[in-house]
T-cell receptor, first 111, second 113 residues
């Protein structure tokens, strides 16, 4: 069956540019999460969606980061005016019950 | 402030022997713990979990032990197989139904054939 997919798999961007990262969760999964893993760090929680609403955005590092989810399905994480410290692997996960299913991630490199 | 710590970034074990991966946490409110396994270029996959009402949970070759007083958990893999070579993440949450897992930094396990 189809798992969580993310696109692009790799993104290289110049400092100051905006980027959009996409997540397609498993069909029927109501909860969706964004995490990121910076070099040498654990998975850092960014935001949680239940349906289309985001009850917890507390992990977003700054107001340059935003995310939306439409139709209870696809989610987009947008980073405006990217900085070098935004370089990381951005992971999306979805769940119906308690266990999360992760996508392969998007590796973002800001030069 | 790292609430979940995996102090060994890497571990090498001979095939057939036991692998022991360790995890420490600081938040006494954590009562649900998980281990995820991650292969390169793939997302983490759920491996095994344990609730704080237990001190051991076993699933095939994988056993997780929880020592609440020491705020320590460990994952035992026996016997270790080359296919177990991956990065293992420990995670914790305050209740089993919560969405917010706090992850450790991971331990890279290499099982030598």
């Amino acid at each position: 069956g189809a798992g969580v997919s993310q696109s692009p798999s790799n993104k290289v961007t110049e400092k100051g540019k905006d980027v959009e990262l996409r997540c397609d969760p498993i069909s029927g999964h109501t909860a969706l999460y964004w995490y990121r893993q910076s070099l040498g760090q654990g998975l850092e929680f960014l935001i949680y969606f239940q349906g289309n609403s985001a009850p917890d955005k507390s992990g977003l590092p700054s107001d340059r980061f935003s995310a939306e989810r439409t139709g209870g399905s696809v989610s987009t994480l947008t980073i405006q005016r990217t900085q070098q410290e935004d370089s990381a692997v951005y992971l999306c996960a979805s769940s119906l019950t308690q266990h999360k299913y992760f996508g392969p991630g998007t590796r973002l490199t800001v030069t | 402030d790292q609430q979940v710590k995996q102090n060994s970034p890497s571990l090498s074990v001979q095939e057939g022997r036991i692998s022991i991966l360790n995890c420490d946490y600081t938040n006494s409110m954590f009562d649900y713990f998980l281990w995820y396994k991650k292969y390169p270029a793939e997302g983490p996959t759920f491996l095994i979990s344990i609730s704080s009402i237990k001190d051991k949970n076993e699933d095939g070759r994988f056993t997780v032990f929880l020592n609440k007083s020491a705020k320590h958990l460990s994952l035992h893999i026996v016997p270790s197989q080359p296919g177990d070579s991956a990065v293992y993440f420990c995670a914790a949450s305050e209740t089993s139904g919560t969405y917010k897992y706090i992850f450790g930094t991971g331990t890279r396990l290499k099982v030598l054939a």
